[in-house]
Structures are given as structure tokens and as C-alpha cells.
């Protein structure tokens, strides 16, 4: 079964940073590309970066250099670390695995973890 759980969320000021972690389970974690999304009120979710299970990353335009994804194989998990951050990013961040079913690839969510920027 797959389960995704994120973490470390909170309120924070504009300029500061957080580091948001997604602990993985039910997957070969290795091979599997990992994504954060993000969601605002009355927004679509949105991707904010990904990574390769080769550890090749891809970022929104919005959040090149202030935001890292980066990922720890050994504890199957993966991180967004949030640096100067905006009142715009406010949202509820979302973690992502896409895995092959017989349907195709089938998106797997976690619970999401809130992020909001004060101004």
C-alpha cells in the first residue's frame, strides 16, 4: 500500500524558510520520481519540483532558486527545503508519486501540509 506523509508545515514570516519532508512507504523508492505540488485557495494545484530517481531536478519558474528538492534514498524519503519565502506561496503542499497501473499511470497523493507566509 502506498502512503506518502508529509511534514513541516507551519506559519512563517516573508524572507523565511522552511524545509517540508515526505516519508514514503509501499514503493521501490529509488526508481521513482518524486514531485511536490502546491495548492492555493480557489487555485489548481500546481507542480512546484521534482526529482528523478537519478536525483535530475525540475523546478516551477516561481520558485527557481529559493526552492531545493532533494532526496534521501536510505530513508525513503523526500524534501523541499523553502528559502525566502513569499505570501504567495502560501498553500497546502502536496507530495506526488506517479506509478504504473494497468490503466496507466495512477497519481498517488499524500495528506498535505500547510504553508503559510505572513506578509
Known amino acids: 500500500q502506498v502512503q506518502l506523509v508529509e511534514s513541516g508545515g507551519g506559519l512563517v514570516q516573508a524572507g523565511e524558510s522552511l524545509r517540508l519532508s515526505c516519508a514514503a512507504s509501499g514503493i521501490t523508492f529509488s526508481r521513482r520520481g518524486m514531485g511536490w505540488y502546491r495548492q492555493a485557495p480557489g487555485k489548481q494545484r500546481e507542480l512546484v519540483a521534482s526529482i528523478t530517481g537519478g536525483g535530475s531536478t525540475n523546478y516551477a519558474d516561481s520558485v527557481k532558486g529559493r526552492f531545493t528538492i532533494s532526496r534521501d534514498n536510505a530513508k525513503n524519503t523526500v524534501y523541499l527545503e523553502m528559502h525566502s519565502l513569499k505570501p504567495e506561496d502560501t498553500a497546502v503542499y502536496y507530495c506526488?508519486?506517479?506509478?504504473?497501473?494497468?490503466?496507466?499511470?495512477?497519481?498517488?497523493w499524500g495528506q498535505g501540509t500547510q504553508v503559510t507566509v505572513s506578509s
Open positions: 506526488n508519486v506517479k506509478l504504473p497501473t494497468i490503466v496507466g499511470l495512477t497519481d498517488y
